[in-house]
C-alpha cells in the first residue's frame, strides 16, 4: 500500500520561499512519477511539477516556471518542491502524488491514485 505524507507548508511574504517535502513508503516505486498538485478555494487542481522516480526527467508548470524546482532525494524515499519569489496566487493546499504512468499525463490529476493529505501554503502580499 503507497503512503505519501506532505511536510514543510506554512505562512510567508510575497517574495519568500518555502520547502516543501514528501515522504513516500509502502512499495517499491520504480517507474512511478511523483509530482505536486495545488488546489486554491474554489478553483480545480492545478499541476505544479513532476519527476520521474529515477530523477532523470522533470516538468513544472507554467504558472510556476523559473520559481519552483522539483526535485528528489534518492537515499530516502523523499521528493521536494522548493518554492521561490513565492506571490500571493500561490496561496493554496499543496498536494504530492504518485504513481505508475506515462510522463505523457504525468501532469493530469485524475490519473493519480496514491496522494497525500496535503500541506497549506500561504503567501501575504
Known amino acids: 500500500q503507497v503512503q505519501l505524507e506532505e511536510s514543510g507548508g506554512g505562512s510567508v511574504q510575497a517574495g519568500g520561499s518555502l520547502r516543501l517535502s514528501c515522504t513516500t513508503s509502502g512499495r517499491a516505486f520504480k517507474s512511478y512519477h511523483l509530482a505536486w498538485f495545488r488546489q486554491a478555494p474554489g478553483k480545480e487542481r492545478e499541476f505544479v511539477a513532476t519527476?520521474?522516480?529515477?530523477?532523470?526527467?522533470?516538468l513544472v508548470g507554467d504558472s510556476v516556471k523559473g520559481r519552483f524546482t522539483i526535485s528528489r532525494d534518492k537515499s530516502k524515499n523523499t521528493f521536494h518542491l522548493q518554492m521561490n519569489n513565492l506571490q500571493p496566487e500561490d496561496t493554496a493546499v499543496y498536494y504530492c502524488?504518485?504513481?505508475?504512468?506515462?510522463?505523457?499525463?504525468?501532469?493530469?490529476?485524475?490519473?493519480?491514485?496514491?496522494w497525500g493529505q496535503g500541506t497549506q501554503v500561504t503567501v501575504s502580499s
Open positions: 502524488a504518485a504513481d505508475s504512468l506515462s510522463r505523457l499525463i504525468a501532469h493530469i490529476p485524475r490519473y493519480y491514485k496514491h
Open positions: 519527476i520521474s522516480w529515477d530523477g532523470e526527467r522533470s
